[in-house]
């Protein structure tokens, strides 16, 4: 927490605030009187706590220092639990600002207001929350094609341009095939598929679009997942924007919209740090389980057939995109040595979302018989070690030149596939082949499921008789 780390560097000024509390807390321990006076007293003290933590981060932040906590651009939202900030520039903003996907990867976050300020990348949304520049709701040019990109984070862009995202490179790319294309960044970080279908049917198909492309997979497993590993999880979940990106977990909302900073961060050190952290780690077996999980697989599915089905009826082409990843369960070990020495993430992290990149496959390659993919882990397939690093931040996030190769066999694709020549949708629904995929859209390929078993009784076979696990040499647990 970045209150704490500004306490680490001023050690006398933190000593004497955890003196003052301790103190405070021992004459509590020894008031006399009836216990109505002793809560009251108790009532104070905290109080009083909440008024140092609000004048410190005041004094180091500025008057809008909840943003230290909390996210600038991620907002509630009414509809779809949270979205981006409309109408806003981080280049703009003129107060130190945290939000880690504003930044480029290892940037030395500064709370000065010029430093922060200076090592910001180009991100602005929109009107309407889209990130990049204003659109129509309408077409004014009925010659164009216009193309929304849909997604979470890898679709958004973190830590990139505006101009550097993929769907902006797609609109250049297209272009100079002799396309005319607008295409819209619909992605926003955190979001999973049940949130896209909303957005889809709330507002992408009233903008007049010819062309929707589907992003997903990652934050199916990662949302199914944070619930107390699925025990909390139900379908259509939403999350507001402290659930998911200050307190990773569906706390519930007396927690998540308390007005006390004290409170919150109290309940965000538990969640982060006792059951966040714990049960998210790729070292902890129980983790694993969630990749044999049906329920969320078949959810994302549904979400695809939903709009697919709409998609069909409003004349609107609809494609997937089979997402790429850094890691593959066939990595050489020599490619695998180099992508943990370079990223710092763990061979059980990598060996997860390669396992994972293989349930999300399947269910792009089974949902193919409805709603055609594009397959861009296809085309990296022979980019192994530092080429095909160069093209990942970590383990799914791509680097400017990431999402330029990405934007390109996305291009190449639609091209290929004459997807601008015809009229009408490219989706052909039907109820009786949507339930027989169904049917076993869940289950994964037998080698997969050995692999896991393998892996879960490896990791069991490691705890400590306490439970805890050896070790936990990794700073991410997320696809977020």
């Given at each position: 927490?970045?209150?704490?780390?500004?306490?680490?560097d001023?050690?006398r000024?933190?000593?004497?605030?955890?003196?003052?509390?301790?103190?405070?807390?021992?004459?509590i321990?020894?008031?006399?009187?009836p216990?109505?006076?002793?809560?009251?007293?108790?009532?104070?003290?905290?109080?009083?706590?909440?008024?140092g933590?609000?004048?410190l981060?005041?004094?180091?932040?500025?008057?809008?220092?909840?943003?230290?906590?909390?996210?600038?651009f991620?907002?509630?939202?009414?509809?779809?639990?949270?979205?981006?900030?409309?109408?806003?520039?981080?280049?703009?903003?003129?107060?130190?600002?945290?939000?880690?996907?504003?930044?480029?990867?290892?940037?030395?976050?500064?709370?000065?207001?010029?430093?922060?300020?200076?090592?910001?990348?180009?991100?602005?949304?929109?009107?309407?929350?889209?990130?990049?520049?204003?659109?129509?709701?309408?077409?004014?040019?009925?010659?164009?094609?216009?193309?929304?990109?849909?997604?979470?984070?890898?679709?958004?862009?973190?830590?990139?341009?505006d101009?550097?995202?993929?769907?902006?490179?797609?609109?250049?790319?297209?272009k100079?095939?002799?396309?005319?294309?607008?295409?819209?960044?619909?992605?926003?970080?955190?979001?999973?598929?049940?949130q896209?279908?909303?957005?889809?049917?709330?507002?992408?198909?009233?903008?007049?679009?010819?062309i929707?492309?589907?992003?997903?997979?990652?934050n199916?497993?990662?949302?199914f997942s944070?619930?107390?590993?699925?025990?909390?999880?139900?379908?259509?979940?939403?999350?507001?924007?402290?659930?998911?990106?200050?307190?990773?977990?569906?706390?519930?909302?007396?927690?998540?919209?308390?007005?006390?900073?004290?409170?919150?961060?109290?309940?965000?050190?538990?969640?982060?740090?006792?059951?966040?952290?714990?049960?998210?780690s790729?070292?902890?077996?129980?983790?694993?389980?969630?990749?044999?999980?049906?329920?969320?697989?078949?959810?994302?599915?549904?979400?695809?057939?939903?709009?697919?089905k709409?998609?069909?009826?409003?004349?609107i082409?609809?494609?997937?995109?089979?997402?790429?990843?850094?890691?593959?369960?066939?990595?050489?070990?020599?490619?695998?040595?180099?992508?943990?020495?370079?990223?710092?993430?763990?061979?059980?992290?990598l060996?997860?979302?390669?396992i994972?990149?293989?349930?999300?496959?399947?269910?792009?390659l089974?949902?193919?018989?409805?709603?055609?993919?594009?397959?861009?882990?296809?085309g990296?397939?022979?980019?192994?070690?530092?080429?095909?690093?160069?093209?990942?931040?970590?383990?799914?996030?791509?680097?400017?030149?990431?999402?330029?190769?990405?934007?390109?066999?996305?291009?190449e694709n639609?091209?290929?596939?004459?997807?601008?020549?015809?009229?009408?949708?490219?989706?052909?629904?039907?109820?009786?082949?949507?339930?027989?995929i169904?049917?076993?859209?869940?289950?994964?390929?037998?080698?997969?499921?050995?692999?896991?078993?393998?892996?879960?009784?490896?990791?069991?076979?490691?705890?400590?008789?306490?439970?805890?696990?050896?070790?936990?040499?990794?700073?991410?647990?997320?696809?977020?």
């Amino acid at each position: 927490m970045r209150l704490i780390n500004f306490l680490n560097d001023r050690p006398r000024l933190a000593r004497s605030c955890l003196a003052l509390y301790v103190v405070s807390g021992i004459g509590i321990l020894y008031l006399a009187g009836p216990m109505r006076w002793k809560l009251f007293w108790l009532l104070l003290l905290v109080l009083g706590i909440e008024l140092g933590i609000r004048l410190l981060m005041r004094m180091v932040y500025g008057r809008h220092y909840q943003f230290a906590v909390y996210n600038y651009f991620l907002i509630d939202h009414p509809q779809y639990g949270f979205s981006f900030r409309k109408a806003s520039s981080a280049r703009s903003v003129p107060f130190p600002i945290f939000d880690k996907f504003i930044f480029r990867p290892g940037t030395r976050q500064q709370d000065a207001l010029e430093g922060n300020h200076s090592r910001r990348v180009e991100f602005r949304v929109n009107s309407l929350g889209f990130r990049g520049p204003e659109f129509s709701l309408k077409k004014k040019n009925k010659d164009r094609v216009r193309i929304f990109a849909s997604g979470g984070s890898t679709t958004a862009g973190i830590q990139v341009d505006d101009g550097e995202a993929w769907p902006a490179v797609l609109e250049r790319e297209l272009k100079n095939r002799g396309v005319n294309a607008e295409v819209i960044n619909g992605g926003v970080p955190g979001w999973y598929s049940y949130q896209e279908r909303l957005r889809f049917e709330r507002e992408i198909v009233n903008y007049e679009p010819d062309i929707v492309l589907l992003h997903q997979g990652w934050n199916e497993e990662f949302v199914f997942s944070m619930q107390n590993l699925g025990k909390s999880w139900h379908p259509g979940l939403l999350m507001n924007a402290v659930e998911i990106g200050t307190m990773h977990s569906r706390a519930g909302r007396i927690f998540s919209r308390t007005g006390s900073l004290l409170f919150r961060m109290l309940v965000m050190g538990y969640f982060w740090d006792w059951r966040f952290k714990k049960t998210m780690s790729c070292l902890n077996p129980s983790r694993w389980h969630a990749l044999r999980a049906s329920d969320y697989i078949e959810h994302w599915f549904g979400n695809i057939m939903s709009m697919a089905k709409l998609a069909s009826q409003m004349g609107i082409k609809l494609y997937t995109i089979n997402p790429p990843c850094l890691s593959d369960i066939q990595d050489a070990p020599a490619d695998r040595e180099f992508y943990e020495k370079h990223t710092g993430l763990n061979g059980f992290f990598l060996d997860y979302q390669a396992i994972s990149k293989k349930r999300i496959q399947k269910v792009i390659l089974e949902a193919g018989r409805i709603v055609p993919f594009i397959d861009a882990e296809m085309g990296l397939q022979n980019l192994r070690g530092p080429e095909r690093l160069g093209l990942f931040y970590d383990e799914i996030h791509h680097s400017p030149k990431g999402h330029g190769y990405l934007a390109r066999l996305i291009a190449e694709n639609l091209v290929a596939a004459d997807g601008f020549a015809r009229s009408g949708s490219n989706v052909i629904y039907d109820d009786e082949l949507v339930q027989k995929i169904r049917e076993g859209i869940g289950n994964n390929y037998n080698y997969i499921d050995d692999l896991l078993e393998k892996k879960i009784q490896y990791l069991r076979s490691t705890t400590q008789k306490d439970g805890h696990l050896l070790e936990l040499p990794m700073q991410r647990y997320t696809t977020f």
